[in-house]
């Protein structure tokens, strides 16, 4: 008997360290489509994260070029003034998303 539990005390008590190291990599992501703060892995949708070392890599300079790197994000602009976006095929020219350019140049 005591031989069966002390291999499985074993795999409990290293799970949790095991846990613990493979998480310490990843950063926490927050997202806020849901109008509060919450962690990525608790929001029941789909996401696309691009990171600042991805933009640098690919050279994404404007929001054109992002939508390359995002599957699900359509960008078309006939001019500056008349741009669209849509997401998973939602939008319209009609301001419906929000867009904040954080060192990326419109166009």
């Known amino acids: 008997m005591k031989k069966a539990i002390a291999p499985a005390l074993f795999i409990l ?3 949790p360290e095991m846990a613990a190291a493979d998480d310490a990599g990843i ?18 949708a789909a996401l696309s994260v691009v990171d600042g070392g991805q933009l640098d890599r690919s050279q994404t300079v404007n929001t054109g070029q992002l939508s390359l790197l995002v599957p699900s994000l359509n960008y078309s602009s006939a001019n500056p003034r008349n741009t669209a976006f849509t997401i998973r095929g939602l939008g319209s020219s009609v ?9 990326l140049e419109p166009g």
């Not at 301001?95 to 060192?103: I, K, R």
Request: charged letters at 20%.
């Open 13 to 15: 008590l290293a799970c």
């Open 27 to 44: 950063p926490e992501i927050l997202v806020t489509a849901r109008r509060r703060v919450e962690n990525a892995q608790a929001v029941p």
């Open 95 to 103: 301001v419906a998303v929000s867009q904040a350019n954080d060192g």
